[in-house]
């Protein structure tokens, strides 16, 4: 099959957002990513009042989810500002904001307002608790959504407490991802019926989807709301990571009998007399083995020992390793720039491949430029009144 040289499957789609954190810019640079042309609308630095974030301080080379994507700075509590913004909007083919409900239509740029002018436009709304519920209008932050959800109580060992997964759940795969999923089917839509909708994407609404096989596993009997007890939780100890005997680690999924019989050959010890690998009764007794045989060799070693086997025993690679290891290289999973380590946009595509990994971009770009690009033809309504500081 021939592939296009195109920026990406979104190649087209002009995307409006407004800058938020978290899941807002994750989501902004999977579209951009897949070739959209997405305009991040940010405050003006000069604004009254403005406390620059941690993230807004980074150099621009280190802010990963700003690669592939403009940012403009407009006031919007000023009259220009927002008309400038709606100016864009009768322009674009999506609009992302990220803030609690109600601020943007205190802004004047609600979904009514712009559905109005724009009726086939996708408004996706990226939010931790969604548009209704009695914790819509709260604070939170990712661990807040995932003990929502349920799903914080379960990420832990037996007797421990539950485990933050940084803000991988929530942020990432609950918000920005679900979000864009739900940006492309909008937009499907939107071309199918030439009518535009509201997206409600909620950070707690993904975990808990993320959590649909879980729940099934509960409703079958084979799974315990008692963490670290069962197989897929630290439970099994042949579903578990251990330590080598140079302190790194190993990591052990042997979950199926042929998987575990080759993990137990590899050891290369005698163990004709070790529990049954489903006595849950004696896995305690089976962690401890398996812990005493790992320890007697470094990570390395184990990891030609199982190279090439069905065992799923792999190495736990720290992030510069992970980076080098041939399989990743082979797949370039990632793209050192600048010495930071850029994953590859996923996923992949045999006709339309996604837009090259590149550098963010280092400056706020002209409205006026956003103008040009996006072919706004005829008069410009404000934008000789929008100078380089968005005012």
């Not at 009254?48 to 807004?56: I, L, M």
């Not at 205190?106 to 408004?123: I, W």
Request: with cysteine; proline share 7%.
């Amino acid at each position: 099959m021939t592939v296009e040289q195109t920026n990406g499957p979104l190649t087209g789609v002009r995307v409006l957002v407004l800058a938020g954190m978290g899941p807002t810019p994750f989501a902004s640079m999977l579209l951009a990513d897949m070739g959209a042309q997405v305009v991040r609308i940010t405050r003006p630095v000069s604004q009254p009042g403005r406390v620059v974030s941690q993230v807004e301080s980074m150099r621009p080379e280190h802010d990963i989810a700003n690669r592939g994507v403009d940012t403009i700075a407009l006031d919007l509590k000023s009259k220009a500002g927002r008309n400038a913004v709606l100016e864009l909007v009768d322009h674009a083919d999506v609009f992302v904001e990220g803030f609690r409900p109600g601020v943007t239509e205190r802004l004047g740029l609600g979904p009514e307002v712009l559905l109005s002018r724009n009726p086939p436009l996708v408004y996706a709304r990226l939010t931790g608790y969604g548009q209704t519920g009695p914790l819509s209008l709260d604070a939170g932050h990712d661990i807040n959504y995932v003990a929502q959800s349920g799903v914080l109580h379960a990420l832990r060992r037996q007797g421990e407490a539950p485990h933050p997964p940084m803000n991988l759940l929530g942020d990432y795969a609950g918000g920005g991802t679900f979000a864009a999923l739900g940006i492309v089917c909008a937009l499907l839509a939107s071309r199918t019926s030439g009518e535009g909708q509201v997206v409600d994407a909620a950070m707690i609404d993904g975990v808990a989807l993320l959590s649909a096989r879980i729940q099934g596993l509960r409703a079958a009997g084979v799974w315990t709301d008692e963490p670290g007890t069962n197989h897929l939780d630290t439970g099994a100890p042949f579903y578990d990571t251990y330590r080598c005997a140079d302190g790194k680690y190993l990591a052990v999924g042997a979950l199926e009998p042929d998987f575990y019989r080759e993990f137990v050959k590899g050891l290369g010890i005698d163990v004709s007399d070790w529990p049954d690998q489903h006595d849950t009764a004696q896995w305690p007794l089976l962690r401890q083995l398996i812990s005493d045989a790992i320890a007697a060799r470094t990570r390395d070693a184990w990891s030609q020992v199982y190279q090439g086997t069905d065992s799923c025993v792999t190495p736990v690679l720290d992030f510069e390793e992970a980076a080098t290891a041939a399989h990743n290289v082979t797949r370039g999973l990632f793209r050192k720039i600048g010495g930071v380590l850029h994953p590859a946009p996923t996923p992949r595509f045999s006709r339309t491949p996604a837009r090259p990994v590149g550098v963010p971009a280092a400056d706020e770009v002209d409205f006026h430029r956003v103008v040009c690009e996006w072919q706004i033809v005829g008069d410009p309504g404000v934008a000789h009144t929008i100078g380089k500081d968005g005012s």
